[in-house]
């Protein structure tokens, strides 16, 4: 316990009252009083205009960060291909590394993935570390956790990126605690200053809030960053850089959750998460059958297709397509919400897109204010037409 | 079969928002529920004792008014409420909270499988659940939609399908095994009156740093590599265009906007 009201500095103002997300802070006399509760989230720290408040972060631990150096990408590949989320890493991870002075590697773990080295080299990579075997075919958490650790311990890099994917959400919160060290998920963005920390930018709360997150005693730092918001580089086919083969260890291959099947869904739309175009419908298309509305819409844009989650409760369409809290977290180019109200749960798995349109026959319907552009009419004559238009364009 | 439960206390996001001004947290009449993901890990649990017999147990780590969340479960049916809950276990990041759920299981006994939800809805962070499963070393299949088997000790197995981008794996474990479970996999229940009458009378454990003999170091702020800086509101959107009236027309007038944003 360490969070210390300084008593001279303490004016009584309530700043810290009103900023408390958990409601523990009162004010006797003049002075502010932390109950039980705290979490020492410090909210208060940043709201009070005095530097009342201080969290006392004891050092446990001093690391010798001099031996850290490097940034690491994990790559993501699926049957051999390498994600488009990895491009992205090395991307962010060539800007951390120049300002580092330091070399940019990629981990390649797969099956029969050599070949894609050189596209990582030329993606921004200075070093390719690839790890081979038949065991890395499916991904599979135990294996894959065990050989990335082992690398990060023998090679320390000062940074580990990865995709928040399910791959990547799965896979480094284990790798983290096997080094033990911090993670941070979810990243929309990333900076380093000149100490060499990562600051790791990244929303909570549904998206209503920004949170900056330190790894200050420990390393390597380690994100998980969001897809499609860190921006590859162009590929460059003449960069120069070197491939490493690690050598499997027997127990790097060791299972107990084994991954005995891979049943792939067939969908005529592509997967929400990966989109640049979404359209997406909800209650006001009123049936089942009427979710083809949104489909042909989605097909003519060559986007996929998103539901709220009143839609996937009504049985109207699977799971994997609803968008919003208990859902999936989408940051298209171009959202397009149909017969959607717009709540809070729908609002925050979307309103990081760049672009939102949204039809509503209801004026009022709170989606109009989070859209770009919003119609107000009805969708079973609005779609049709915006099909017929952009056929005919 | 003993099946423990992970779940969190949670703010009921949906009203939290920031003073864009003072860069604070507005918490005017912020209600705290159990984290929606945990409630289908606590009927997959419940759901699995009626299958196979035995007892399901809940853990959670918060301030003491966590307490309502784990009278919830015991309303719903979970045998068993620990609370894990100190001032010293304040500030806690992902991996000192799974570090402390992992000793609170061990010291909770003998256990086949552990269900937590995907994530909390506050952090959305998706790490104490693969972090616990790390922490007492055994297997973990997270993004359970479905159990399609599973068979009890002492063969003790289970066959899950997990949920990826394009598809499912189908995952097949030996017990003990970590589940982290989405929305998929079941519809929770509600109460009973008689569930809410025991549980209210229910003695719930609270366990402290020296119950669970752990290092001061390893928990709380102490335990916790991350730490954040600064909080702060995501940058406004701007009011957008509405367009009203004939819909030939307001589709060409949105058509025009999009083709000069080149979105399409």
Known sequence: MSILVLEEKCTGCRLCVKACPFGEISVEGKLAVIGDGCTLCGACVSACEFGAIEIEVERTREIDFSQYSGVWAVAEQKKGKVQSVTFELLGAGRELADRRGSELSAILIGRRVADAAGELIAGGADNVYVVDSPVFEQFQDEPYSRVLSRLIVKWKPEIVLAGATAIGRSLIPRVAVMVGTGLTADCTG??????????????????????????PRHRPQMATVRHKVMRALPSDASRQGKVVHVELKESDKFVRAKVVDFVEEEEKTANIAEADVIVSGGRGLQAPENFSLVEELALALGGAVGAS????????????????????????????????SGAIQHLVGMQSSDVIVAINKDPYAPIFQVA?????????????????????? | MHIIVCIKQVP?????????????????????????????????????????????????????????????????????????SNRAFAGSDTLATSFTLARAIQKIGEYDIVICGKQAID????????????????????????IEEVTPPPAGSIRAERMMEEGFQVVESRLPVLLTVVKEINEP????????????????????????????????????????????????????????????EVVDQLLHELRDGKLV
């Open chain 1, 372 to 393: 770009t552009y919003g119609i107000v009419g009805d969708l079973f004559e609005i779609i049709p037409m915006m099909v017929k238009k952009l056929g005919r364009a």
């Open chain 1, 190 to 215: 990333l900076s380093i200053d000149d100490d060499g920390q990562l600051l790791q930018t990244r929303p909570a709360f549904g998206g209503n809030i920004m949170a900056t997150i330190l790894t």
């Open chain 1, 309 to 340: 989650r009143a839609a996937v409760d009504a049985g109207w369409i699977p799971y994997s397509h609803q968008v919003g809290q208990t859902g999936k977290t989408v940051q298209a180019k171009l959202y397009i919400a149909c017969g959607i």
């Open chain 2, 12 to 84: 009921d996001t949906t009203n939290i928002k920031i003073n864009p001004e003072t860069n604070t947290l507005m918490r005017e009449g912020v209600e705290c529920i159990v984290n929606p993901f945990d409630m289908y890990a606590i009927e997959e649990a419940l759901r699995l004792k009626e299958r196979c017999e035995g007892k399901v147990t809940a853990v959670t780590m918060g301030p003491p008014q966590a307490e309502s969340a784990l009278r919830e479960a015991l309303s719903l049916g979970v045998d068993e409420a620990v609370l894990i």
């Open chain 2, 123 to 146: 952090g959305d962070t998706a790490q104490v659940g693969p972090g616990v499963a790390v922490q007492l070393n055994i297997p973990q299949i997270t993004f359970v939609k479905k």
């Open chain 2, 189 to 248: 229940r509600l109460p009973s009156l008689r569930g809410k009458m025991k549980a209210r009378k229910a003695n719930i454990q609270v366990w402290g740093p020296e119950e669970l003999g752990v290092d001061s170091d390893r928990i709380g702020l102490k335990g916790s590599p991350t730490y954040v800086s600064r909080i702060f509101a995501p940058p406004q959107r701007k009011s957008g265009k509405i367009f009203q009236g004939d819909a030939e």
